[in-house]
């Protein structure tokens, strides 16, 4: 099977309102780089020039209560990927190691190929953190709060 650049994986970086493939590892995938995932990570990238990819990945190692679910943990990671933040939790890989599930965008994420993203979460031992439909829309942000001013 040959690995191809297409039109379905996107390439560079997204701004705030751009899109981010969302992946899962394959079965062949480098123990190390498998390790530093760790089970059930979500995975956000793109593709580069070179045909490598560059992924940022959330696995909550840290058990935050925030990131418990599978779709929260993919959303922490496109956000430091649009940001480009600091962070441990990127590199940049071979795409081979890995199968593009969906997308992920500012709006929300759409899932394409979910028996797979199920395989990788059973895998994990983390099917109870799978998303329940293959479209998860944000909520949109609160409005900000009012501030009255006193009459003192």
């Given at each position: 099977m040959s690995i191809t650049f297409g039109?379905?994986?996107p390439q560079e970086r997204p701004d705030?309102?751009?899109?981010a493939a969302l992946f899962v590892p394959k079965a062949d995938i480098k123990v190390d780089v498998l390790e530093t995932l760790r089970k059930g990570?979500?995975?956000v990238g793109f593709g580069n020039h070179d045909r490598s990819?560059?992924?940022y990945y959330e696995s909550n190692r840290f058990n935050e209560p925030n990131l418990a679910k599978w779709e929260q943990?993919?959303?922490?990671?496109?956000?430091?990927?649009?940001e480009n933040l600091p962070t441990t939790s990127k590199m940049q890989t071979k795409l081979e190691y890995f199968e593009q599930v969906g997308y992920i965008s500012g709006k929300g994420i759409s899932i394409r190929r979910m028996e797979?993203?199920?395989r990788w979460l059973e895998y994990s031992d983390a099917m109870?953190?799978?998303?329940?439909?293959e479209n998860v829309t944000w909520a949109p942000p609160a409005p900000p709060k009012k501030s009255i001013a006193s009459d003192a």
């Open positions: 039109q379905d994986l705030a309102d751009g899109r990570a979500a995975v990819v560059t992924i943990k993919a959303r922490k990671a496109y956000e430091r990927l649009v797979s993203l199920k109870d953190t799978a998303p329940a439909t």
